[in-house]
Structures are given as structure tokens and as C-alpha cells.
């Protein structure tokens, strides 16, 4: 087993690109998919893969073609200092790189392939996406829980897919650097240790929940302006 290796984890959704790709499709067929989505469905935000297919037939019945969604995808990128910090990850010895996020396969991989750092992930543990025969995409949920820190998205819970990673590891990380910005980084957040990092967005939901204080987290956490500094916060890790 090989040890004295760094394992960087990233969230995708306002970490890596500044926006969120599930409501980013919604441009590609005149950008009204998802507010017609909003209107029809009661309590769409209880169950957002839910949201996210219904959005995803709805370009797919105004004719929306894979080639069309996989255009409108590319046009979202990894923001500037994310794009510094992969590159310093991808440069650093000994370090591998995972990302985490409630996005799906299509968008994410579409994206990073567009952007040139695809290489830079070893895995990208996210919900599964694919298009039929038609051209339709849908999107699976990566697995359910029971975890009720993860109640609002039970498609997927973050601490259960690290801890699960690290599990199966053919690797013994001494330092695990977590990236992330949304609450439902917080119980990925609650299975790092103490000689591990957390990088928090700064105004965003997971600093919020960590402002409550009652949590008990043992790493150390760095709250962090995304599109300012986070090259240089990732790159002090490498």
C-alpha cells in the first residue's frame, strides 16, 4: 500500500464552475425550460433529479438534440482560479484528485473534457447520466441513503461516497483536502480527520452551516473567496 500521498476532493457546482450546470441546460433551446418546469411541477425542489429530468424532456420535446445540450455544456467553464488550482493538483507529486458532486456524468465530464483537465481525476463520483436511442438524457440517482444530515438529496449522500472511497483505496492518504461550497458537503466535511483540510466557499451554504457550530468537525477549515484566492489556498496544499 503506498503512503505519504494527498488526495484532493472537489465539489463541481459553484466550485469548480461559478453556476449550477442542472439549471445552465435549461439555455439550450431558448432558455425557457426550466421556469416552464417550475410552473408545472408542485414541490419540484423536494426532488431535484426529478426537476432535472423533467427539464431534460422538456428540451428534449422542443427538439433539443445530444449534440445541442453537449454545445450549450461546453459553453459553462471552470472559473479561473479553479482552473489554476487543477493545474497546480495536476503538477503536484504524490496528490490524486476525485470529484464528489450531485451534478450528473454527462455535464461534468462534457465540461471537463472541454476545458482540458479531465486527466487531472482519477474518479468522478456523481450521479449517472446517459442519452437513449432518441437523444434523450436522463439522469440515475448514484444511490440511496439513509443518512439524515443528507435528508434533502437521497439520491446521494457525500459522506457515505468518500468514506467509501477511502475504504476502497489502493492508496493511504496522510492529508485529504475537501472543496466545497454547498450543505451537502457537510457530512463529507464531519469524515475528515484532524491532519485533513476543509476549503468552505465563502458565503456560501456550507460556511453558513458550519456557522451553527454544532458540528463536530475535526479538520481544520480555511472559508475561502473562490474567484479570488483559491488557487493560492489549494496550491499551499500541494
Not at 35 to 61: G, I, P, T
Not at 94 to 104: K, Y
Not at 117 to 138: C, I, K, Q, R
Not at 147 to 164: D, F, S, V, Y
Amino acid at each position: 500500500m503506498a503512503e505519504g500521498r494527498k488526495l484532493f476532493v472537489f465539489d463541481f457546482d459553484y466550485t469548480l464552475v461559478n453556476d449550477n450546470a442542472d439549471t445552465w441546460v435549461g439555455g439550450t433551446v431558448g432558455g425557457g425550460a426550466v421556469e416552464k418546469v417550475k410552473a408545472e411541477m408542485s414541490k419540484w425542489y423536494h426532488d431535484w433529479r426529478d426537476f432535472v429530468n423533467k427539464v431534460l424532456l422538456q428540451l428534449h420535446r422542443e427538439g433539443a438534440s445530444r449534440d445541442d445540450i453537449v454545445g450549450h455544456m461546453r459553453k459553462l467553464k471552470i472559473h479561473r482560479e479553479a482552473m489554476k488550482a487543477l493545474q497546480a493538483v495536476r503538477a503536484a507529486p504524490d496528490a490524486d484528485a476525485i470529484i464528489i458532486s450531485d451534478a450528473n456524468s454527462v455535464f461534468i465530464n462534457t465540461i471537463l473534457q472541454h476545458c482540458g483537465v479531465a486527466d487531472v481525476f482519477s474518479a468522478v463520483l456523481t450521479n449517472p447520466a446517459s442519452f437513449n436511442n432518441e437523444g434523450l438524457m436522463t439522469v440515475a440517482w448514484h444511490h440511496t441513503h439513509t443518512c439524515q444530515l443528507c435528508a434533502a438529496t437521497p439520491n446521494m449522500c457525500k459522506g457515505t461516497i468518500l468514506r467509501e472511497f477511502l475504504k476502497n483505496s489502493a492508496h493511504l492518504y496522510t492529508q485529504v483536502v475537501y472543496t466545497g461550497d454547498g450543505q451537502n458537503d457537510l457530512c463529507a466535511l464531519l469524515q475528515l480527520r484532524d491532519t485533513d483540510v476543509g476549503v468552505v466557499r465563502k458565503g456560501h451554504g456550507l460556511e453558513k452551516a458550519l456557522a451553527k457550530g454544532t458540528h463536530d468537525v475535526k479538520a481544520s477549515v480555511q472559508i475561502v473567496d473562490f474567484l479570488q484566492d483559491l488557487c493560492s489556498v489549494i496550491t499551499s496544499y500541494c
